[in-house]
């Protein structure tokens, strides 16, 4: 499809960014279609940037969907295909085939706040900025379930100190690939995304920062994320997160922070305690202590999380995501620190057949 007469000439593309935002899909129709209805309600000059759907080889619709929108929004809206690769690759036949002179990811379960892109714009003119990272947040209409997860992965006690939610972070600041973007010029410079299935924006986040570009991140640019609809899907997803932190640190050991073993050392401690236990009354006692301790916690972030959201449910459903999170991730570190690191093999992606089910 084209849309050449719909971009700005070169003489207005050369005073403004003109942003194409990089949209990888796979069997995604439904999301797909609530993200576009929120691009236009966007405040922003239609002229200024372009939609790209890229497409991994969906059998759902998409590109039936994604055809009908093309005549009823007032933005150039793209849709290219291909054989079923993965997200980073999707991304990278997009940056190839893009127009724009920056280049913005999300994911596609995520829909954007209206002045999104303006804030975008905005930052990355005062600040002078290469590249950015964003937050995820949640809509109203979600469900009590994906309002406790967005509680739990922005949490100060969980990942929101390193995803870009606190001003006070506990790690690097990485921008993810659910609301990021760079210039084509670094792009040119470092290449585009590698094969990693999990933490492959990280990986690109860090070659980056590692080539001198400016990243900021960009508090303001909200993007609703609804993340994964049911408690054995969640699981699989940060299992896989702290399988990708080993995969990371064989990369790079610079992508390995110690905020990052907090939750292996955590679910080690457990399994210890509960072990110890067993065999001597006084960890048992100690084992005690500590599910009550961490059982108050998960009450007192329930109930403020119940505060928050204005919903009785989360006072029950945050102690139960909290630290399925938690162990989630600790779990699959461990097994990825066993296989990769002790036993030395060279890979090890945890669920991948049975990811989304």
């Given amino acids: 499809m084209s849309f050449a007469e719909n971009l700005p000439s070169p003489s207005d593309m050369s005073r403004f960014n003109y942003y194409s935002v990089i949209v990888p899909s796979f069997n995604r129709c439904e999301e797909i279609r609530e993200l576009i209805d929120s691009f236009a309600m966007l405040q922003f000059p ?6 790209i759907i890229a497409d991994d080889g969906s059998t759902d619709g998409t590109r039936e969907l994604v055809n009908k929108y093309v005549s009823e929004v007032k933005f150039p809206l ?3 295909t291909q054989k079923n690769q993965g997200p980073g690759a999707a991304r990278n036949m997009a940056m190839k085939k893009a127009r724009g002179d920056f280049f913005i990811f999300i ?8 002045r999104w892109l303006a804030e975008i714009d905005q930052s990355l003119s005062a600040e002078n900025a290469d590249a950015y990272g964003g937050p ?4 109203e209409d979600f469900s009590p379930l994906l309002k406790a997860i967005n509680y739990s992965m922005t949490s100060f006690l969980t990942t929101g100190g390193i995803r870009g939610h606190n001003k006070q972070k506990l790690g690097k600041f990485y921008p993810r690939s659910f609301n990021m973007g760079l210039y084509r010029e670094v792009y040119k410079k470092i290449g585009g995304f590698g094969s990693l299935r999990h933490g492959q924006d990280i990986e690109y986040s860090h070659r980056i920062i590692r080539s001198g ?3 900021i991140s960009i508090p303001e640019a909200l993007v609703f994320h609804k993340r994964r609809t049911s408690v054995k899907k969640f699981f699989r997803q940060v299992f896989n ?8 640190y064989k990369i790079d050991p610079v992508m390995l922070e110690p905020v990052h073993t907090l939750p292996a050392v955590a679910t080690s401690f457990l399994l210890l305690l509960l072990i110890g236990g067993v065999l001597s009354s006084v960890v048992w006692s100690l084992f005690k202590l500590f599910l009550v301790t961490s059982l108050l916690i998960l009450l007192l972030s329930g109930s403020h999380a119940a505060l928050k959201y204005e919903n009785i449910k989360l006072l029950v459903l945050v102690p139960v995501i909290m630290p399925i999170q938690i162990l989630g991730y600790g779990l699959g570190f461990i097994s990825a620190f066993v296989v990769r690191i002790l036993l030395g093999r060279k890979t090890f992606v945890g669920f991948e057949k049975k990811y989304y089910k």
């Fill in 107 to 114: 994911d596609s379960d995520c829909t954007v706040s209206p």
């Fill in 213 to 215: 570009a400016k990243v």
């Fill in 46 to 51: 239609a002229n200024r940037f372009e939609l």
């Fill in 241 to 248: 997160w702290g399988v990708a932190r080993i995969n990371l």
């Fill in 78 to 80: 793209n849709f290219y």
């Fill in 136 to 139: 995820d947040s949640f809509r």
